[in-house]
């Protein structure tokens, strides 16, 4: 049963900062590319950032380059999201995905997601 499970969402205050984290068990994640996406109320999902199955290719949505960063555990099957200077419009369920293509904003190259984390930023 492949699992991705997303963690350390909450409450923060504009400006602060939220780690996220996503550990990927049922298989070997070494050769997937990892991703996060993001929802809020009403809208679509939306792309955050990709990385490469081997970290030569990290792509930033622009709204979140230079403040978010991702990394992945030594494991490989761990990802996570280091949320700096949020904003309140980074409000939104954080979902961690999977493919096994090149680093890409396209959701659909994802096979395998998460349920989400809740982030919320108050102004």
């Known amino acids: 049963q492949v699992q991705l499970v997303e963690s350390g969402g909450g409450l923060v205050q504009a400006g602060g900062s939220l780690g996220l984290s996503c550990a990927a068990s049922?298989?070997?994640?070494?050769?997937?590319?990892m991703g996060w996406f993001r929802q809020a109320p009403g809208k679509e999902r939306e792309f955050v950032v990709a990385?490469?199955?081997?970290?030569?290719?990290?792509i930033y949505a622009d709204s979140v380059r230079g403040r978010f960063t991702i990394s992945r555990g030594n494991d490989k099957n761990t990802v996570y999201l280091q949320m700096n200077r949020l904003k309140p419009e980074d409000t939104a369920v954080y979902y961690c995905?999977?493919?096994?293509?090149?680093?890409?904003?396209?959701?659909?190259?994802?096979?395998?997601w998460g349920q989400g984390t809740q982030v919320t930023v108050s102004s």
């Open positions: 990385l490469n199955w081997n970290g030569d290719r990290t």
């Open positions: 995905a999977a493919g096994l293509s090149v680093a890409t904003p396209r959701h659909t190259a994802y096979n395998y």
């Open positions: 049922g298989r070997t994640f070494s050769t997937y590319t």
